[in-house]
């Protein structure tokens, strides 16, 4: 915001002064300049290659805040059917997200060959110093070996209806990877008719495109 005072400040004073050519060169330098560094510097090519030499860690939805609010909920209720109605939410909120994770720790181990992955729960944050990073088999991998590594992440996105309707890979930094890096992976494209007929689970297919589209993408620019 004070960037901003101060550019429209200086246009201001700008306009008693120069001639017109001369201040479109400095409301575009100006304009540049409030770009931050880091948001220019992510190069697809680079962090492909990167990648493949790290790991993809993946931010597992938990829905922690909902399942502590009905718990919270539940107890302090007394009315027997407000409870039941309740309990059921929670029970439907807790296996959604063991059968998320369950479909996805699955999918990962069989499908995701581009590089090393590992997943930790979206309640943690991005520090290495103190979050729990677990192998897709669950056991839990040694943070220092992971430090040492580029290291890249796979958030689930929301659309605007509230749905985990995305795969979306960042950086270190925390910003997304742009095209040509293949990124972004939605529902789109998929027969759903195909996936009950095959007996695939939709976390499979979608984990084998993704690493199908990083390994082509490499391979071009190897």
């Not at 550019?7 to 540049?32: E, V």
């Not at 090519?45 to 938990?62: D, F």
């Not at 309707?165 to 997304?176: M, Q, S, T, Y």
Request: hydrophobic share 40%; no cysteine.
């Amino acid at each position: 915001m004070q960037q901003t005072r101060w550019l429209l400040s200086f246009i201001n004073g700008s306009l008693k002064t120069y001639r017109i050519p001369g201040l479109i060169w400095i409301l575009i330098l100006s304009i540049n300049s409030l770009i931050p560094l880091n948001a220019q510097a992510v190069d697809p090519v680079l962090s492909i290659r990167q990648l493949k030499e790290g790991y993809l860690l993946v931010r597992m939805p938990s829905f922690k805040g909902k399942i502590d609010t009905l718990k919270a909920m539940i107890t302090r209720t007394s009315d027997h059917s407000s409870k039941a109605r309740l309990e059921k939410l929670l029970h439907e909120a807790t296996q959604e997200r063991d059968t998320l994770m369950a479909d996805y720790t699955r999918a990962f181990k069989e499908f995701y060959k581009f590089s090393k992955s590992g997943y930790y729960y979206d309640y943690e944050g991005l520090d290495l110093n103190i979050t729990t990073i677990h192998d897709m088999d669950g056991s839990l991998l040694h943070r220092e070996e992971i430090s040492m590594n580029p290291v890249f992440y796979l958030f689930f996105e929301r659309t605007g209806d509230g749905r985990l309707d995305a795969l979306v890979i960042h950086d270190a930094e925390g910003l997304i990877i742009p095209s040509p890096f293949p990124n972004n992976f939605m529902r789109g494209g998929i027969n759903f008719l195909f996936l009950k007929i095959s007996g695939k689970k939709f976390a499979s297919w979608r984990i084998d495109k993704m690493n199908k589209k990083l390994n082509k993408f490499w391979k071009a620019v190897a």
